[in-house]
């Protein structure tokens, strides 16, 4: 009879570490990869302050000093008006999930975005990104 017990006392230690284990494999999976992404779907995981990647960052501003040169540009006020040089971005650097001071209102031309720009104004002349700034 005692015995009987014992195997039962046993199974429960069993089924407790597989339970244990279970649970540390879940904890594991969930905090990397495609569980990593399962988990912030599920809201298990802090969500990232919005912000822009730096990829994304460069192409956009690829793009804008794109547009910037094929608009008629009278002077320089006007290529300083032009989205390449006004627009900036918020960059988690770190990625620290925050936005901090210093990854804050980058410009196009600002490191570690680089991207630099020229263009022709109408009376000929040549501006680049350095004119941005009046
Ligand atoms: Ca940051």
Avoid at 70 to 94: G, H, K, P
Wanted: net charge negative; aromatic share 4%.
């Amino acid at each position: 009879m005692k015995s009987k017990k014992a195997v039962v006392g046993i199974w429960w230690i069993v089924t407790a570490v597989i339970a244990v284990v279970v649970l540390v494999l879940l904890l594991v999976f969930l905090s990397t990869g495609v569980g990593g992404g399962i988990a912030q779907l599920l809201g298990l995981k802090e969500q990232v302050t919005a912000g822009t990647d730096l990829t994304m960052a460069q192409s956009t501003c690829t793009n804008l000093c794109t547009q910037a040169r094929v608009a008629t540009l009278r002077d320089e006020d006007q290529w300083a008006a032009t989205q390449y040089c006004v627009r900036s971005f918020n960059i988690d650097l770190n990625n620290d999930g925050t936005i901090d001071s210093d990854e804050q209102n980058i410009h196009c031309d600002e490191s570690p975005i680089n991207v630099p720009c020229d263009a022709t104004l109408e009376d000929g002349s040549a501006v680049n990104e350095i004119n941005c700034t009046l």
